[in-house]
T-cell receptor
Framework: GAGVSQSPSNKVTEKGKDVELRCDPI?????LYWYRQSLGQGLEFLIY????????KSGLPSDRFSAERTGGSVSTLTIQRTQQEDSAVYLC????????????FGSGTQLSVL | GDSVTQMEGPVTLSEEAFLTINCTYT??????LFWYVQYPGEGLQLLLK?????DKGSNKGFEATYRKETTSFHLEKGSVQVSDSAVYFC???????????FGAGTTVTVRA
């Protein structure tokens, strides 16, 4: 596809379950970002990938959160033992090289933890 | 650390009204400044940007000027349309950084 694709678009889960969120960036984009958007708050940076490496994981809120990227393309954000405070929209963005360029965002995954 | 503060919404306007959304920032050095917009049902997209002091970014009738003396990057449009209804985010990137720091977003609704 032409844009950043995220799946699923909506995910409802029970507290304590694990979830995986997927991001397909624009082909050829080496930089990939995960952000979290909670109700009434701004976008919170989670993690940055350059290729398959994650030089900045500083935004991950706890060790229940992890992410990987394979083949310099698809990325998966995993949340283990979900809590209600994890409910948010999780946004993925990519850019060609990650240096001084605009970000291209996906439509996000709405995660609801019951 | 670097941060952005933007005016709280929601903002409701009539068509052809003047729109201003205030944005101020805290950063070391000389950051690049951005406005992103999120239309209903769509992903965030870049609206405009400015990379140095006194630069003016403009797009789709929107303008914002990088004011270092007041650490501000206010967004303005002289005559809004219903299609401008969206959430607007101010953001910055530090000179040696690769990630954007975003404000909380301002929801704008334009009524016919």
């Amino acid at each position: 596809g032409a844009g950043v694709s995220q799946s699923p678009s909506n995910k409802v889960t029970e507290k304590g379950k694990d979830v995986e969120l997927r991001c397909d960036p624009i082909s050829g984009h080496t930089a990939l970002y995960w952000y979290r958007q909670s109700l009434g708050q701004g976008l919170e940076f989670l993690i940055y990938f350059q290729g398959n490496s994650a030089p900045d994981k500083s935004g991950l809120p706890s060790d229940r959160f992890s992410a990987e990227r394979t083949g310099g393309s698809v990325s998966t954000l995993t949340i283990q033992r979900t809590q209600q405070e994890d409910s948010a929209v999780y946004l993925c963005a990519s850019s060609p090289t990650g240096v001084g360029e605009k970000l291209f965002f996906g439509s996000g995954t709405q995660l609801s933890v019951l | 650390g670097d941060s952005v503060t933007q005016m709280e919404g929601p903002v409701t306007l009539s068509e052809e009204a003047f729109l201003t959304i205030n944005c101020t920032y805290t950063a070391t050095g000389y950051p690049s400044l951005f406005w992103y917009v999120q239309y209903p049902g769509e992903g965030l997209q870049l609206l405009l940007k400015a990379t140095k002091a006194d630069d003016k970014g403009s797009n789709k009738g929107f303008e914002a000027t990088y004011r270092k003396e007041t650490t501000s990057f206010h967004l303005e449009k002289g005559s809004v349309q219903v299609s401008d209804s969206a959430v607007y985010f101010c953001a910055l990137r530090g000179p040696d950084d690769y990630k954007l720091s975003f404000g909380a977003g301002t929801t704008v609704t334009v009524r016919a």
